[in-house]
């Protein structure tokens, strides 16, 4: 089984191939290795069902260039989004780990839109690409400064965790520091509008979230924080400036 810990060098390296410009042919080995990965991938919740599908690119409305797509269905119950978002970012950094190009795409449609009673919900698009077409330097990529997401003590990791990648890149997390615990809320900036609508806004920052877990946790255990993980419900309406997602006691 592959070693979850061993995705943490990926973070430096992934970034989004909005066009999967001069990349090579994804190989069928390829495809196995992904799939094999697919099994071992760790939910946030274990009780909500989710079903993982890889197609070709072009049984999607998906045109980056790209050889094919994960669709990702769930049950549409509790915190199913950040679950999602949970799942894919540890296949985002596997591909990565294999030189394989990802895109989250969220505005993706496919023609299946449900299988066995579950909801599809987002997809990754993926094709193999030349090792220099990846990141080189994370810290030149847009991300909002540090003050901005994090408050109380510093850690090195908030310098990391920082550049997780969400939809439109909208950050829509902030952490606060309180005597050894780290409480992660959803942030939505009172009266922001910006070129998504509301409700894919609130859609897609749930999702963002759980990629956002993900790589928090990555970072803790690279570090060797050991921590006592709490999940809070997201009830929230687009009203609601921070949302409190989850805990980490350390
Ligand atoms: C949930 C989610 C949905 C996204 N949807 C799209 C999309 O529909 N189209 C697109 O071009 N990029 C999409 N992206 C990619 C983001 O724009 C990108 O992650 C962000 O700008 C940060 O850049 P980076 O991933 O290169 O670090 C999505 C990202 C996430 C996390």
Request: hydrophobic residues 35%.
């Amino acid at each position: 089984m592959y070693n979850m810990n061993n995705l943490y060098k990926e973070i430096f390296k992934r970034k989004s191939f909005h066009f999967f410009i001069g990349g090579e042919p994804t190989t069928e080995e390829d495809v196995k290795l992904v799939s094999d990965f697919i099994i071992t991938v760790e939910p946030l919740y274990p009780d909500i069902k989710t079903e993982i599908r890889i197609v070709k690119e072009n049984e999607t409305t998906c045109h980056r260039g790209a050889d094919y797509c994960i669709l990702f269905y769930s049950e549409p119950k509790g915190e199913y989004l950040r679950n999602i978002g949970y799942i894919g970012e540890q296949i985002d950094l596997y591909l990565t780990s294999l030189n394989i190009g990802a895109l989250w795409f969220g505005i993706g449609k496919t023609k299946e839109k449900e299988i066995e009673g579950l909801e599809y919900v987002i997809m990754i698009a993926f094709k193999r690409m030349p090792e220099n077409s990846f990141r080189k330097d994370m810290f030149k990529s847009k991300r909002k400064p540090l003050d901005e997401i994090w408050s109380g003590e510093q850690m090195d990791i908030a310098n990391i965790v920082r550049f997780t990648p969400s939809a439109c890149n909208t950050q829509p997390w902030f952490v606060e520091n309180k005597e050894n615990t780290l409480e992660v809320h959803r942030y939505k900036k009172p009266g922001k509008r910006g070129i998504m609508p509301m409700d894919k806004v609130m859609f897609y920052n749930r999702i963002d979230i759980g990629i956002f877990l993900y790589m928090l946790e990555t970072c803790l255990n690279e570090k060797g924080i050991k921590y006592q993980r709490e999940l809070l419900p997201d009830l929230s309406d687009s009203e609601v400036e921070k949302t409190l997602s989850a805990k980490y006691k350390m």
